[in-house]
């Protein structure tokens, strides 16, 4: 066989053997059910949500996690979001979730106990430290962690408002960010040549 056609083969080949692994990259999964001013809502989980590490000027760390949802269906909201940090870098599997309550202060939720859950800023369109008005900051939350590791965290949320509405919010997020025109494009797969050459000068 020449060499120019053994050397497509061994691109295909290497092509091929690639393919799984790209698509089997996990994305960001999960949306928010419930009811929002009297209606039935479901509103996925926008894929520009991961979480990371952050490392303080002290050299110490924290877990940052990230989540923005699409509220379908609500005129002039364009997102529905979380920044929720956690203290240092837990690690733990879904046999042993952990809870947090959410409480009201003034104009935002806090945790009740700054120990797993370090903080907890919600985000809309607008900004941070923001809530959807009507019906404004729930009366009540609660973050379910069922597993934090390096590279994957997963869990919900649930706000309680006094309207009597209920969100409850899934999330399944990687440690990495996805463009939301990447969705079907293999994350971010192929496309590069992996450095292949068809120039048969030697």
């Known amino acids: 066989m020449p060499r120019s056609s053994s050397r497509v083969v061994f691109a295909l080949l290497t092509c091929t053997l690639l393919i799984p692994s790209c698509h089997s990259t996990p994305k960001p999964t999960g949306e928010c059910t419930g009811t929002h001013l009297g209606q039935s809502v479901a509103w996925p989980l926008s894929l520009s949500s991961h979480h990371s590490t952050l490392i303080n000027l002290d050299l110490s760390a924290h877990t940052r996690i990230q989540l923005?949802?699409?509220?379908t269906g609500v005129p002039g909201l364009e997102s529905l979001g979380v920044n929720l940090t956690?203290?240092?870098?837990?690690?733990?599997?879904e046999s042993v979730p952990r809870t947090v309550k959410l409480l009201p202060q003034q104009d935002r939720l806090v945790p009740e106990e700054i120990s797993l859950v370090r903080s907890w800023e919600g985000t809309t369109g607008g900004g941070s430290?923001?809530?959807?008005?009507?019906p404004g900051v729930p009366v009540e939350g609660s973050v379910t962690l069922r597993r934090v590791t390096p590279d994957h965290a997963e869990g919900q949320f649930v706000y309680r408002y006094a309207d009597g509405g209920v969100l409850t919010c899934t999330f399944d997020v990687p440690d990495r960010v996805y463009?939301?025109?990447?969705?079907d494009s293999g994350g971010g797969c192929g496309g590069g040549g992996g450095g292949y050459d068809n120039d048969d000068d030697d």
Not at 129 to 134: E, G, L, S
Not at 179 to 183: F, G, L, N, T
């Open 68 to 71: 923005n949802y699409k509220p």
């Open 86 to 93: 956690l203290t240092g870098e837990p690690q733990f599997e």
């Open 129 to 134: 430290n923001a809530y959807i008005t009507p």
């Open 179 to 183: 463009e939301e025109d990447d969705q």
